[in-house]
């Protein structure tokens, strides 16, 4: 195959791609839940945007004359404050609301950070000769060893207590995942005929590697990615809950919990309505991502 014939045929993926694109919705879409999930991620995504103009009050705004009001259905409660006050007379809508921009700016940040480190680590792993493949993949193994919540724990204690170094411990942990499915799909993409007649053409190693090798195994990285989030904003929450992630008066979700620990009993909205907006993002990404899966991978799709 000459490099003309390679030219060509990478012209014809590129007018494919309009009807890989409607074959993709059109199975995605048959998972409903899958649906539900995007269309509530997109709800959350359209909060984390424009979040502090359509928040009522300003999150960090302290009204101390009504501090832990109950939401605008329970006695005691008040329209100006439609979830309620927290200990600081601060409005708990307005809070969740402009906290949905900090866990997808963690979400963000983090798989872009963990995919792109993960994918070119490995990239190399693969097309690398075996002592070098060894000495990488024994270096993730030793990583995905610890549990992760601990390690990034530790890293954060490590760095110091902040939603960027969070972020930062987060994405190491998650790296070797990445690695991994990159270099598997990479041995097995080597042994096609495609990948071949490339390397006879005369494609030097970085355009095996970026051009004709990497987009046919971006499928099972996207879902990948898609979980990989949700597991982000989970961490995230998780070290902030622990007073290693986003400092007060953030209003990051799992800050919001670990400030509103002490009242659970007698105020059961300021920890219940950060809980919900975690397990209902979540949930809905995960739901997104077994969407992804489905439509992605030829083996689950139904004829």
Same mark, same amino acid.
């Given at each position: ?74 006695? *005691? ?167 290693? *992630? ?28 950060? *809980? ?14 077994? *969407? ?12």
């Amino acid at each position: 195959m000459t490099s003309t014939d390679t030219i060509s045929a990478e012209a014809e993926m590129v007018h494919e791609r309009p009807g890989r694109l409607r074959e993709f919705w059109f199975y995605f879409r048959e998972n409903r839940g899958a649906v539900i999930g995007l269309w509530i991620f997109a709800a959350f995504a359209f909060l984390a945007i424009f979040g502090p103009w359509i928040a009522p009050h300003s999150a960090t705004e302290q009204f101390r004359a009504d501090t832990l009001l109950p939401p605008v259905w329970q006695e *005691g409660g008040s329209w100006k404050y439609l979830l309620g006050t927290d200990p600081l007379g601060r409005d708990m809508l307005s809070r969740l609301i402009v906290g949905a921009r900090f866990s997808f700016f963690v979400g963000i940040v983090v798989v872009t950070v963990a995919a792109t480190g993960g994918i070119l680590i490995g990239l190399v792993a693969g097309f690398a000769p075996k002592w070098l493949d060894s000495i990488i993949m024994r270096i993730m193994d030793i990583i995905l060893a610890f549990p992760s919540l601990l390690l990034a724990l530790v890293l954060v204690a490590v760095l110091g207590p902040s939603l960027t170094n969070a972020m930062i411990a987060i994405a190491i942990v998650l790296q070797p995942h990445y690695v991994r499915l990159t270099r598997a799909s990479v041995l097995s993409e080597r042994q096609r005929d495609y990948v071949t007649s490339a390397r006879v053409a005369g494609a030097g190693y970085f355009r095996l590697m970026f051009v004709t090798v990497l987009p046919n195994c971006l499928a099972p990285i996207i879902v990948q990615a898609a979980l990989s989030f949700s597991t982000a904003i989970l961490d995230a929450a998780a070290l902030g809950f622990l007073g290693m *992630g986003a400092q007060p008066p953030t209003p990051e979700w799992g800050t919001m919990l670990a400030e509103a620990r002490e009242f659970i009993l007698r105020a059961w909205w300021v920890v219940t309505f950060p *809980g919900l907006a975690i397990l209902v993002t979540v949930l809905a990404i995960n739901l997104m991502g077994d *969407g992804l899966r489905d439509a992605l991978d030829p083996k689950l799709k139904r004829s």
